[in-house]
C-alpha cells in the first residue's frame, strides 16, 4: 500500500468516527472522499465503512418514499432537466390525478408498507388544494405513515399552515447549478428550506439532480446547504435524462458512481441527516449507506408519459426486497 492509500483508509476511519460522533463533515474532506477513483479498492473500502455507520446510526431501520405524481402539466420555470418544461413541449397529454387515483395509489402504498405519502406537484400548485386531500387521505387510509408535500416555495407562514394541515414535512432541494439549469434564485430556494425547518415541519431533501459534469466541490457545497438548513433526509437522485429536454442528451450516473455518492453523504451528515435516500435504488447503493428508497407513479418529472403504475423498476415489492437484501427492516417513522 503506497502513502497516499494509507492516508485515504485513515481519511475513511476518520469519517466514519465524526459521523458516529454527530459530526459533519467539512467540505475539504467530503470532497476528499468525493474524488476517491469510483470502483477502486478505497472505494469499496468507504462503501463498506458507510454500510456500517448507517447500521448504526439507523438501528437497521429502513424506509420507503412513495411519491404520488400530482399534476402532469407544463410548468412555466423551465428547468433543463424536467420533462414539465413547458417550452421542451414534452407533454402531450396533460393530466391531473384525481382524488379517486390519489386513493388508489395510497392504498397500495400503505399496504406494501410505505413509511412516507408524498403529494408532489409541479411549482405552482395550490397549497389550499393539497391540504384538502390530507384529511380525505387520513379517513379513507388508515396506517402508520406520515404525509410529505413536495411542492413549491413556502413563506414562513406557509410552512406553519401546511403543518397545522397535517403534514410531517415537506421536501425542497436547491437543485445542483440551481439558477443556471433552472430559472430560481438560489437564495428563494434556501430561503424555502429555512422556513420549512424553522416551523414544526421536517424538511427533506437531496443532492440532485446529479449528472457526470459536476464536480465534488459542488456536489459537497450541496449537501452542506442541506445540512445547514437541517434536513432530516438527505441523500442523492440522479439526472435522468428525458429527450427532448436541454440535458437530455447526457449520461444518468451508474449505480457504481452513485453508491460511491451514497457513501460519502452517509458519512457527511453528523446528528442532522438522519437517514439517507437514494433514486435510483440498487443492491449497490443499499450496501454503501442508503436506507430510504423511492416509489413513485402518476406525474414524473423524469419522464414524458404519465405512470399509471409505478414507474420504471420502482415498486412496492422490489423497495422492500433492496432494504431487506441489505439487512433494514422496512419501518415506519416514528413521531
Ligand atoms: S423542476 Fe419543478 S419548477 Fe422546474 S420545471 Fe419541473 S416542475 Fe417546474
Known amino acids: 500500500m503506497n502513502g497516499s492509500s494509507l492516508d485515504i483508509r485513515e481519511a475513511i476511519a476518520a ?17 476528499r472522499l468525493l474524488d476517491i477513483p469510483v470502483g477502486s479498492e478505497e472505494d469499496l473500502l468507504l462503501r463498506r465503512t458507510a454500510k456500517e455507520a448507517a447500521m448504526a446510526v439507523t438501528g437497521g431501520k429502513g424506509y420507503i418514499w412513495c411519491a404520488v405524481g400530482m399534476d402532469f402539466v407544463p410548468c ?26 390519489i386513493l388508489k395509489s395510497v392504498r397500495r402504498y400503505v399496504e406494501g408498507g410505505a413509511a412516507y405519502i408524498v403529494l408532489r406537484t409541479t411549482e405552482f400548485y395550490s397549497v389550499d388544494r393539497l391540504l384538502s386531500y390530507i384529511p380525505v387521505i387520513r379517513k379513507e387510509v388508515p396506517g402508520e405513515y406520515v404525509i410529505i408535500l413536495n411542492t413549491g416555495e413556502m413563506t414562513p407562514e406557509t410552512a406553519e399552515k401546511v403543518a397545522a394541515g397535517g403534514v410531517y414535512g415537506v421536501y425542497h432541494a436547491l437543485r445542483l447549478r440551481e439558477g443556471m439549469d433552472t430559472p430560481f434564485d438560489p437564495a428563494v430556494r434556501i430561503n424555502t428550506m429555512k422556513n420549512v425547518s424553522g416551523s414544526p415541519l421536517k424538511l427533506i431533501s437531496l443532492t440532485e439532480p446529479v449528472g457526470p459534469e459536476h464536480t465534488s466541490e459542488e456536489i459537497a457545497e450541496a449537501f452542506l446547504n442541506t445540512v445547514r438548513c437541517g434536513a432530516v433526509i438527505g441523500g442523492t437522485m440522479a439526472r435522468f435524462p428525458v429527450p427532448g429536454t436541454p440535458l437530455g442528451d447526457t449520461r444518468r450516473l451508474t449505480d457504481e458512481e452513485m453508491a460511491h455518492l451514497v457513501a460519502v453523504l452517509r458519512l457527511s451528515g453528523g446528528n442532522v441527516v438522519h437517514d439517507i435516500c437514494v433514486h435510483p435504488a440498487s443492491p449497490q447503493t443499499m450496501e454503501s449507506g442508503a436506507n430510504v428508497m423511492v416509489v413513485e407513479s402518476g406525474a414524473i ?5 404519465f405512470a399509471e403504475n409505478d414507474w420504471h423498476d420502482t415498486s412496492m415489492l422490489r423497495a422492500r426486497q433492496l432494504l431487506e437484501d441489505a439487512g433494514y427492516a422496512v419501518s415506519s417513522v416514528d413521531v
Open 15 to 31: 469519517a466514519k468516527a465524526k459521523c458516529l460522533a454527530g459530526e459533519p463533515l467539512t467540505k475539504e474532506e467530503m470532497v
Open 76 to 101: 412555466s420555470m423551465n428547468c433543463d432537466f424536467c420533462s414539465f418544461g413547458e417550452k421542451w413541449q414534452v407533454i402531450k397529454e396533460p393530466h391531473h390525478v384525481t382524488e379517486e387515483e
Open 301 to 305: 418529472p423524469r419522464d414524458t408519459d
